[in-house]
Every structure is written in structure tokens, then in C-alpha cells.
């Protein structure tokens, strides 16, 4: 994994210089603030296990963010302790303050595609603009530089399954509950 860092942060390096701007660098240095700890999309799914008509929703995606929990910052990041691009590269300038973790897999990435994938099973509507807001968040990693790209693809990956993972146990759950309230 770490030999892929030399690559990835030249790629870095140059798509920055070639879009790098004060104003891009203010626009992803907020927009990466939505994945912080996962705050947006825990609140998100707060929301909607608060309303009766979206608490599987609410619940389906509380769990695809424990399961992403705890794959991508327990297991993986502990496993890999693959550094950041700018700990490669002390040149970076770093855009929003440096983080204690390691790098792969990207937990901005994996959470906003869990709670983007679950709401798109539910409402396509809904879940194109959730998608589009978890890419804009991934992508943002890449333009401040404190991920590598396959920190990011991987992110999306394991965000992607535990959204469908979280799916399929909510079902179960739920069926459950039906076949105990049916009795």
C-alpha cells in the first residue's frame, strides 16, 4: 500500500496545480467539514429515525455507519497505517487541520456513501443529490490533499457495501419485528 504513495501524491500534486484556486480551496475545505466525524449523516439519519414515515431509512442507515465505523477506523486504517499525502509530501499546504488517523481507507468517503446509498434504495430523488453531495466530499479529500485517491475509491467501496449490508439486516430486523407484532 505504501508504495503506492509516491504516485498517488504527484497525482495529487498536479491535479492541485492545475485547479488549485483560493476559491476551490475555501468551497472543499468547508464542504470536507460535512464528513467530519460524520456528523452530517449521523444528523441526517437522527432525522430520519425521528419521522415516523423514514425510520427504517434512519435505522438502515445508522447501521451501515457502524458497520462502516468500524471497518474503515477500527479495523482497516489500524491495519494498513498507510500516512497522509502530506506527511509524504511536507511540502502540501495543508487547507483544514491535520488529522490524528491514518489514511487508507477514507472515512469521509465511506460515510457519505453510506448514508448516500441508502437514501438512493429509498428515493431516487433524494438519493442523486445525496450521491452527488458524497462525491463532492471524496473528491474534496483528494483536492486538500490529506487522502490519496485509492484511500478515497476504497472509502466509496466500503461505504457502497455497508450501505446494501445495513439494507439487508434492517430487512431481517424488520420482518421480525412484523412477525412478532402479526402474533
Not at 56 to 81: D, E, R, S, W
Request: proline share 5%.
Amino acid at each position: 500500500m505504501n508504495a503506492l504513495n509516491g504516485p498517488e501524491a504527484a497525482l495529487l500534486a498536479r491535479m492541485y496545480s492545475a485547479i488549485g484556486c483560493p476559491f476551490l480551496d475555501a468551497v472543499f475545505s468547508t464542504v470536507t467539514r460535512l464528513g467530519d466525524y460524520g456528523w452530517f449523516w449521523i444528523l441526517t439519519a437522527a432525522v430520519l429515525l425521528a419521522v415516523p414515515g423514514t425510520r427504517k431509512i434512519g435505522f438502515q442507515m445508522g447501521l451501515a455507519l457502524i458497520f462502516g465505523a468500524l471497518i474503515c477506523n477500527v479495523g482497516l486504517k489500524n491495519l494498513t497505517l498507510r500516512i497522509r499525502p502530506y506527511l509524504f509530501d511536507p511540502s502540501v499546504k495543508l487547507l483544514v487541520p491535520p488529522d490524528s488517523y491514518y489514511s487508507f481507507p477514507s472515512g469521509h468517503a465511506a460515510v457519505s456513501f453510506e448514508g448516500a446509498v441508502t437514501i438512493f434504495r429509498y428515493s431516487r430523488k433524494w438519493g442523486i443529490a445525496a450521491l452527488v453531495l458524497a462525491v463532492v466530499i471524496a473528491f474534496s479529500r483528494l483536492y486538500i490533499r490529506v487522502h490519496y485517491p485509492t484511500d478515497v475509491l476504497a472509502g466509496a467501496v466500503i461505504g457502497t457495501l455497508c450501505a446494501f449490508a445495513a439494507g439487508k439486516a434492517a430487512d431481517r430486523i424488520f420482518a421480525r419485528f412484523r412477525k412478532k407484532e402479526a402474533e
